[in-house]
């Protein structure tokens, strides 16, 4: 079978009664480099005729395709007042075409893509950043009860599962927080001595250290690295659960998600974050005696007390109170993208970015919002 045998073609003929008629041969489907309703507008426009026809007895299939192509014709027609028969199309053909044109066309559907006034674009853009917000205050609210179900000892979920988490955001995680924490120390001494070295002033590079890494690097540092590290964990866990329906099996037993696997996590990252912090205050510390003794000389018993007296309890007891409440946040940021997961393997790894993003984000805004209550309140 040759080439043109199998491709629709599209001719034209002229009646003694000025009928123009339009043949359609071979097989007509929207895969086939189908006619243009443009060929008939040029017939029309050569010579107007008195009305148009159709003749389809080579017609050897169709679909879609043709119908689109007849109902541009028929528009045609109506542009030119020119009356068209459709006797001679298929009887499927002539029924669809009724049907499709039993609802008139809504006025304005053809109209190209409507850019709204750029006031309106900022109102739904502000609509549109509502709807989170009132998603993470649900997600707190629900929290909260969940809280109070865990004081009246009625939460459901496994205490081994609580010591595993704790573990993870505990033990596990004081290589990284070592590491970071002697860093933070050392480059803040390296720092503070190039400058006060300048005024023979080297020995306040202790002062520098301790009430820098006590009062706010100790605590902000380990929540960042705790959102990189546990809160990225948080959310790909539930995420997944998410993903395989997990989650879904849980409330079908009538076992809360909330209770069984966001309260234990938080609970753990509660309860871990205030001696994280601890920890990275004196590795901190350590870091800077390492280069006030090394690199500026002085005696270890000189860099200790002067250390100790630059530190108060009032210092050590805020930077604690702060990472208590950085570990909340990056709690509530992990679990919140977590449970907020899609069905998609994809969607996982968009929940883990997510709850880092949000996480970091809320332990700096917090950090500010302290800096400025503490300086408020003379502490």
């Known amino acids: 079978m040759s080439a043109e045998a199998v491709r629709p073609t599209l001719s034209f003929s002229r009646a003694s009664d000025a009928t123009l008629v ?9 895969q086939r480099d189908m006619p243009n309703a443009e060929a008939v507008r040029r017939e029309i426009e050569t010579t107007l005729p008195g009305r148009l026809t159709f003749d ?10 043709l119908l689109t192509f007849l109902i541009d014709v028929s528009e045609l027609c109506r542009q030119h007042h ?43 853009a502000v609509l549109g950043a509502r709807q989170p917000i009132l998603d993470m205050l649900d997600f707190i609210g629900q929290m909260t009860v969940a809280v ?12 081994t599962d609580l010591l595993l988490l704790i573990q993870q955001a505990g033990a596990q995680a004081l290589g990284i927080i070592t590491l970071i924490s002697f860093l933070v120390g050392l480059i803040l001494a390296f720092v503070g001595a190039v400058q006060l070295e300048q005024f023979g002033a080297a020995i306040y590079v202790a002062n520098l250290v301790g ?15 705790m959102a990189g590290r546990t809160g990225a964990a948080y959310a790909a866990q539930l995420g997944t659960m998410k993903v395989t329906q997990e989650v879904d099996a849980l409330a079908t037993m009538g076992i809360s998600p909330l209770d069984f696997l966001v309260l234990p996590r938080m609970i753990a990252l509660c309860l871990m974050m205030p001696l994280l912090c601890l920890y ?22 000189v860099y200790y007390d002067q250390t100790a007296s630059a530190v108060h309890m009032g210092d050590l007891v805020g ?25 998609s393997s994809s969607a996982v790894g968009d929940a883990a970015t997510s709850a880092v993003v949000t996480g970091i984000v809320f332990i700096i805004s917090a950090c500010g919002i302290f800096a400025v209550v503490f300086y408020a309140l003379g502490i």
């Open 22 to 30: 339009v043949r359609l041969a071979g097989p007509w489907h929207l």
């Open 56 to 65: 389809t007895a080579q017609l050897t299939a169709w679909d879609s395709g």
């Open 82 to 124: 020119l009356a068209a028969e459709r006797d001679g199309l298929p009887s499927g053909v002539q029924r669809l075409l009724a049907l499709a044109e039993a609802v008139p066309e809504r006025p304005g559907a053809r109209q190209g893509l409507v850019v709204p006034p750029w006031l309106t674009r900022i109102g739904a």
């Open 148 to 159: 109070g179900r865990l004081v009246r000892g009625k939460a459901r979920f496994r205490v």
């Open 211 to 225: 009430i820098a890494m006590v009062r706010e690097m100790g605590a902000m540092m380990t929540g960042i690295v």
């Open 280 to 301: 990275a205050d004196f590795i901190g510390i350590l870091g800077g005696a390492a280069v006030g003794v090394g690199m500026l000389k002085l005696p270890l018993r």
């Open 319 to 343: 930077g604690v109170f702060k990472a208590s409440v950085y570990g909340v946040l990056i709690a509530i940021s992990g679990c919140l993208r977590g449970m907020q997961c899609g069905n």
